[in-house]
């Protein structure tokens, strides 16, 4: 954790223009570390009554290498953040690891995605591939807001079509 941000470094970290977690045979799952982690820690985190008071939202937001140009990158950096929406809100239908529904729902409520191109770049283009959760705060005496969004579906993730 950085400030307040998490960087998963080499357990979240993405090819050259591409959108899917890399898979070697050091992290072979980085899908289900990712849900692993948001479940067990930031979700449980966002349900306990301090997390409650004031956690407000988690942005994921994805970064590029300098390879490519500014909206090309930013582009891209856009579909990585939007990846770790598609792994967190898959389907039990389609993952055998999905998160429950009550989890999935929380994730839709507080889950907004954001993208950097190369902004923020670390020391090689491989660390600078990457995908944050950047966590904001409430105001003393805001609230969070509750979903007024549909029921789940279980759509495919647009990024896979």
């Not at 105001?139 to 495919?156: Q, V, Y």
């Amino acid at each position: 954790m950085r400030g307040h941000s998490i960087d998963f470094q080499e357990q979240a970290r993405f090819p050259t223009n591409g959108h899917k977690f890399l898979i070697d045979k050091e992290h072979p799952s980085p899908d289900s570390k990712l849900r692993s982690f948001v479940s067990k820690v930031i979700l449980t985190k966002a349900n306990d009554p301090l997390g409650q008071k004031w956690l407000k939202r988690i942005v994921a937001e994805g970064f590029a290498d300098q390879r490519g140009s500014y909206i090309y990158n930013l582009n891209l950096s856009l579909q990585r953040s939007e990846r770790v929406l598609c792994v967190l809100l898959a389907s039990p239908k389609s993952v055998p690891d999905a998160l429950t529904d009550a989890d999935r729902i929380l994730v839709r409520d507080l889950f907004l995605v954001g993208g950097s191109s190369f902004n923020a770049l670390k020391k090689s283009d491989e660390e600078s591939r990457r995908i944050e959760l950047r966590l904001e705060f409430m105001e003393i005496g805001e609230k969070r807001h509750t979903s007024r969004f549909a029921p789940l579906d279980d759509a495919t993730c647009p990024l896979d079509l």
